[in-house]
């Protein structure tokens, strides 16, 4: 028996009758929240058990939550992930389902959750990539959400730092001769409208006639992502696109069918053919944010354009963008030879 100095916790009261457990190690204090001494006294004596035995502190754990979850002994991370999967859908799904090859979590699909170490989780996140990161965070904090860890694998801080590689903007010169030599009537108007509105494949692949307001000149969508609403005017290049397009039901009947990832691989290969290097079709995004605070375009049309609600959004977008900065003299002279936008309700089309 450890007498009370070769233990790591002692016991003691303050004078408001609280117990508290001094750490004889750190000489720090932790209120044990009871008034009781018998009861305070097995609370000490359990935290002095799992310092000096820990792995049987562990075992006693599971057992205790073996009794109150008879899968807990047995469940595993594909476990985890099938119940994940249950409440996703949509394009999120998709992902979802890519990610559930990723050959850095093969190893952890079958292993049970009370077995799985720290050293687990960070190998197969130096053999993975940024995206095994994430999708393992995920399915960490579901388990965690869920009561089905004893606590965390990894703590929170101690995770590694998702680190995205830079992406840039698709410059014109690329997207003119992505253009020029496509074939295809139907995917080249489609990456004239990306040019022109800014939108993601998506949504982009997703416009109907419908959205359309000839009137004003307006297309109005809601992103298929977060739900935003966008609207943008389009101009005359963009006008001599769409009148190209069916005038009624879907603009792009093939592209609407075909799944993001597909729409990506087909967008690659051109640029692959052209030697264009480090874009993909989410470039087209960031070419508009980059061209709109290029020219002075005011960030509030920009984020109504995008279907963004966050300012933050739009200035990571744009952050690469080359700015010169006009006389303010000349910029208000220009602005009364401006007529006004109003991004309100779309307007019944005419």
């Not at 002692?10 to 750190?26: M, Q």
Request: hydrophobic fraction near 35%.
């Amino acid at each position: 028996m450890q007498n009370e100095m070769s233990q790591r916790y002692r016991l003691y009261k303050r004078g408001w009758g609280v117990y508290y457990a001094f750490d004889n190690l750190t000489r720090n204090s932790e209120s044990l929240e009871t008034r009781n001494k018998q009861e305070a006294a097995k609370l000490l004596h359990a935290k002095n058990e799992a310092h000096a035995q820990p792995m049987l502190n562990l075992q006693m754990a599971r057992a205790y939550l073996s009794a109150t979850d008879p899968a807990a002994a047995s469940r595993t991370w594909e476990d985890v992930y099938a119940e994940k999967l249950k409440r996703v859908h949509g394009p999120t799904r998709d992902r979802w389902l890519t990610a559930r090859k990723d050959p850095a979590l093969q190893p952890l699909w079958k292993l049970p959750l009370p077995q799985t170490l720290a050293e687990h989780f960070l190998r197969a996140i130096n053999d993975g990539t940024v995206s095994t990161n994430v999708y393992l965070r995920r399915l960490h904090n579901y388990a965690l959400g869920m009561n089905w860890l004893l606590g965390p694998v990894v703590a929170k801080k101690l995770w590694p730092a998702v680190v995205y590689t830079d992406k840039r903007a698709i410059t014109a010169e690329e997207h003119r001769a992505i253009v020029a030599r496509e074939t295809n009537p139907e995917r080249r108007a489609f990456y004239e409208l990306c040019w022109h509105l800014g939108g993601s494949q998506t949504d982009m692949a997703l416009l109907g006639a419908e959205d359309i307001d000839w009137s004003q000149r307006l297309i109005t969508y809601r992103r298929k992502k977060t739900g935003e609403l966008a609207q943008i005017h389009f101009g005359p290049e963009a006008e001599q696109v769409l009148r190209a397009l069916p005038q009624s039901g879907p603009l792009f009947p093939y592209l609407r069918k075909v799944r993001c990832s597909d729409r990506g691989t087909e967008f690659k290969q051109r640029c692959q053919g052209l030697e264009i290097e480090g874009v993909t079709l989410h470039c087209y995004r960031y070419a508009w944010a980059q061209r709109a605070k290029a020219c002075g375009y005011p960030e509030r049309y920009a984020q109504q354009a995008l279907g963004h609600g966050s300012k933050a959004v739009h200035r990571a977008y744009a952050a690469d963008a080359e700015v010169k900065v006009p006389a303010l003299e000349d910029y208000e002279k220009q602005q009364t030879k401006l007529i006004p936008v109003h991004f309100g309700q779309r307007a019944a089309a005419k």
